[in-house]
């Protein structure tokens, strides 16, 4: 009896054992990954599309890092609907953080002798989405030509089944007239004012498109199928509102956008009462920061000598290494023409500089965008170091005047500008007008009180702060990306370009608005600045080993270190240490995870030898019994 109860006792001691094994692994495994990946929180897929050419390569480029700068979760897709021709002839920009998809081309419709690109926008989509469904719950819609400004939020924006959320277009006057009652019968017309008047069998809306995946499936066959029946209509030159269709027989180059709308409609999907700053196109007025900027019409810096367009750089090619002609006044590679910098608007303030500011924006996110590209691809000449030192000083100086901007936007009184606009407001036209109405446009802030679209100032907020360098004496200030991609590369530099950059950033930015901060930093001052920064987990920087698998062929890629930082994109390597430091803490990583391996192994030993002794113990103990019944079976024979 002793004897199994001490086995009993034993087998308790193994049972306690494993399970201090298991705990271990547990902590292990969690230690090992303090922070879910973004593809596992994420919930939104956003999907860009564009062509086989230099001239959406570009555009694309400069959306990722406007991603990245507006701290959007979520993996990013480029769909490229191409021809077997254009795949020969145009290799794609490779674009860090990006996934590219590619599709057949839908552009030529054989059955009406008609190219329209446009098609390729909800062919891909529908491509897309039957052969690479993502697991995201949601999908973003985006144009190549739009630059980023804040996250899309799924709860935010009200997006759910049913009901997706889109900036309103007001010029899409066939959601609302005979195009629609020709092609969209059956649909009840809406009651509501939330895209558009009362009576329209279809929503206003455009690009962007936010929308839950499982109404994209039922609309986007249905966006292919009513593009091509607008885009053929024979009535649809004057019922679109399209600009370019002003003659009888000519095809609306919108009928895309109708495709979208018919088919939201007819798959029963609305979106939500419309934020008339959802966006804006550069250089136009507006009362509060928009959510994106769309830059498809030439624009300019008015009082500043500066315009752009991106129609003029069909050709730039943002992969040339260089020498750039930057004196060019359209260049064909290198960098964008600079436009002027934030210090020079010293004529106005409050909602007006704002206009000035989100007016340059574009144009300095793509410039930042060519330089990270520049920095990562190129031999790191001169010229690249001279040129993307400019593009860094002008990205800090916008961050520094959004800040300066924000308490005097917060601090506006909201009134109306006409003293007629109560009069319109019984007119009922902050409905019927509503761009002008509440400010919209570059005409002024509107009526915005008569309207009843005064908002709580507190909440204005001028960017998105996902890249922000946390002060010694307390609050933060931005840190654009390639400052410290540039730091890297000038610190061992003694050439005019180092010299420069170290001028240029050391007088800060705005004048004396802000004090001096002598870049590039001493090696000593700054392993400090990150040491402090890691002990108290500033910047949210997390080290990732990684090991990664070709899919289907077995063979490992090499190991990959990922940093994964509140960044803004031009970096996942932003405000991390040097290299050095990053590859010790690699090391450091991956020796503790074979620490972790190793103790997991030795109490799975441990285990493994006590339970054999157990074993051992109980075999000592079978046999007593057998042979004394063996001995009294041949003594009752016996005896027999």
Known sequence: MTQDKGCTNLTRFVCILAFICCSITSVSSVGGSDEQSPRQIAQVHTVITGGCSKYFDWQILGFAYSFRRAGQLGPLTRLLPCTKEE?????????????????????????????????????????????????????????????????????????????????????????????????????????????????????????????????????????STFATKVRNDPKAWNLTGDIHTSEPGSKPWIAEMYGYIFGAAKANVWHNPVDYFHWIYPGYFTSEPPRVLHYGLLWEVKGHNYAFDKAWYKNFDPQQCGPWDMSAERPTAGLFPLPPSPSTFTEVTGPFLLKLLLAIEPVVVLNSALCEHHLEHCPLTEQILTECAKVAKLEQELDDAYDDLEP???????????????????????????????????????????????????????????????????????????????????????????????????????????????LPRLKKD???????????????????????????????????????????????????????????????????????????SLCALWVTIILMFLAFLQRQQQPSTPSSARAAQKAGKGLQ
């Open 87 to 223: 795949l020969k002839s145009h290799t794609p920009i490779e674009i860090k953080g990006v996934t590219t998809y590619v599709a057949p081309s839908f552009a030529k419709d054989s059955e009406h002798n008609d190219s329209y690109p446009p098609y390729n926008k909800p062919g891909a989509i529908t491509h897309w989405l039957r052969f690479a469904e993502p697991e995201e719950p949601y999908i973003l819609i985006m144009d190549s030509d739009i630059i980023m400004r804040r996250p899309y939020v799924p709860d935010e924006l009200k997006v759910r089944p049913g009901w997706a959320s889109a900036p309103y277009y007001d010029f899409l006057r066939g959601a609302a007239n005979e195009l629609a009652q020709t092609h969209l019968q059956g649909v009840q017309a809406r009651d509501d004012t939330n895209l558009g008047p009362k009576g329209r069998l279809a929503d206003m809306a455009g690009a962007p498109y936010f929308i839950t995946k499982e109404d994209l499936k039922m609309v986007a066959p249905m966006w």
């Open 526 to 600: 700054l392993e400090e600045v990150m040491e402090a920064k890691k002990e108290a987990s500033i910047g949210n920087v997390r080290l990732k080993l990684r090991h990664k698998h070709a899919p289907g062929t077995g063979q490992s890629k090499h190991v990959k270190l990922r940093i994964q930082a509140r960044s803004s994109g031009m970096m996942d390597v932003l405000k991390g240490p040097s290299e050095e430091q990053l590859t010790a803490e690699a090391l450091m990583q991956a020796n503790l995870q074979r620490v972790r391996w190793l103790g997991i």
């Open 408 to 518: 005097i936007l917060r601090g506006n009184e909201c009134k109306d500008q006409y003293p007629d606009c109560p009069g319109w407001e019984k007119d009922n036209q902050c409905v019927a007008n509503p761009t002008m109405m509440l400010g919209a446009t570059d005409l002024g802030p509107g009526c915005r009180k008569s309207c009843k679209r005064c908002f709580a100032n507190a909440a204005i907020q001028t960017r998105e702060r996902v890249n922000d360098e946390v002060l010694e004496e307390g609050g933060s200030q931005s840190r654009p990306p390639v400052v410290a991609l540039l730091e890297r590369h000038m610190r061992s530099q003694q050439s005019l370009a180092a010299k420069l950059w170290a001028s240029s950033m050391g007088e800060g930015s705005q004048g004396k608005r802000r004090e001096p901060r002598p």
